[in-house]
């Protein structure tokens, strides 16, 4: 059973920078595929960005793409999120996630993954 811890949130400035972490518990981390979401106040849960056991194969909610890099470092079980050019509407709680299977057409789905972490804090000033 894989357990999520995120770090790396905080308060950064319209155009700058921060990268998420997410470490996890559990052999067998390293053959799950892995996600990032965000929830701002008041909104459900938005897909972010996916990337599967070994890095080959990523995906993005058009809203980041270009400014936010999903990895993952399968020694250390632990995932990334890379987040520049940073603007106010980023400004969410940030929750990473594991599914307990393959890769799926699914895979920006709030219910395809297992297990979630307790999220991270993410604050874009303008």
């Known amino acids: 059973q894989a357990q999520l811890v995120e770090s790396g949130g905080g308060l950064v400035q319209a155009g700058g920078s921060l990268r998420l972490s997410c470490a996890a518990s559990?052999?067998?981390?390293?053959?799950?595929?892995m996600g990032w979401f965000r929830q701002a106040p008041g909104k459900e849960r938005e897909f972010v960005a996916a990337?599967?056991?070994?890095?080959?194969?990523?995906v993005y909610v058009d809203s980041v793409k270009g400014r936010f890099t999903i990895s993952r470092d399968n020694a250390k079980n632990t995932v990334y999120l890379q987040m520049n050019s940073l603007k106010p509407e980023d400004t969410a709680v940030y929750y990473c996630?594991?599914?307990?299977?393959?890769?799926?057409?699914?895979?920006?789905?709030?219910?395809?993954?297992?297990?979630w972490g307790q999220g991270t804090q993410v604050t874009v000033s303008s």
């Open positions: 559990g052999r067998a981390f390293t053959i799950y595929p």
């Open positions: 990337i599967n056991w070994s890095g080959s194969n990523t």
């Open positions: 996630a594991a599914r307990r299977g393959s890769w799926s057409v699914t895979i920006g789905t709030v219910s395809t993954y297992d297990y």
